[in-house]
């Protein structure tokens, strides 16, 4: 999993808590992506960050926000999740020091809003 | 939107055949790659081909690219069980760092 961790990797909330989850690296990779994955709709990007402090949309951003305060952590944060939200959510970097256009992915974190 | 569509979404086969699934995408790109995902894990990447190559190889793996009909497609020779997994194809038709991934295809190679 390219050194990625991801925290939780697995949790349950209720309907309208704030949720935080954690993409962890450590070898300084530039870029950090946050994706989700449903089923029938593949993976789809929520936000990237391509530095501290440096963040992007993705295709579905409306509900999360994102944070990079160090290079080693992008968090995404549910403001008050929502059923719709329930899904798998994976973490991935890419480096220009290695192939700009590869991306590695965590292991994922599952996470269920009731 | 899905840049990338994959056909078929299911293909079930016999170890040792070959298996081929293909991803269709919309707009123009300056790559396609492929990526395969475990049950329960994160996506790896298998192979990158870039907009001015016809085909590529690595190892059982063939991939080409028909940037006229807007099409890719991934060859895996002499199946192993271990190569049961989804196979997504992905695009940078929306900017190098805003993959787009298909809705993937679900491989299975029956012993």
């Known amino acids: 999993d390219a050194g990625i961790t991801q925290s939780p990797r697995h949790k349950v909330t209720e309907t309208g808590t704030p949720v935080t989850l954690r993409c962890h690296q450590t070898e300084n990779h530039r870029y950090m992506y946050w994706y989700r994955q449903d089923p029938g709709h593949g993976l789809r990007l929520i936000h990237y960050?391509?530095?501290?402090?440096?963040?992007d949309k993705g295709e579905v951003s409306d509900g999360y926000s994102v944070s990079r305060s160090k290079t080693e952590d992008f968090l995404l944060t549910l403001e008050s999740a929502t059923s719709s939200q329930t899904s798998v959510y994976f973490c991935a970097i890419s480096d220009p020091r290695l192939a700009q256009e590869t991306q590695y992915f965590g292991p994922g974190t599952r996470l269920l809003v009731l | 939107s899905q840049q990338g569509e994959e056909d078929p979404q299911a293909l079930s086969i016999q170890e040792g055949e070959n298996a081929t699934m293909n991803c269709s995408y919309k707009t123009s790109i300056n790559n396609l790659q492929w990526y395969r995902q475990n049950s329960g894990r994160g996506l790896v990447h298998l192979i990158l081909i870039r907009s001015n190559e016809r085909e590529k190889h690595s190892g059982r793996l063939r991939v080409t690219l028909d940037t006229s009909k807007k099409s890719s497609s991934l060859l895996i020779t002499a199946s192993r069980a271990a190569d049961t997994a989804s196979y997504f194809c992905?695009?940078?038709?929306?900017?190098?760092?805003?993959?787009?991934f298909g809705q993937g295809t679900r491989l299975t190679i029956n012993p």
């Open positions: 992905a695009t940078d038709a929306q900017g190098a760092q805003k993959l787009v």
């Open positions: 960050s391509y530095g501290v402090k440096d963040t």
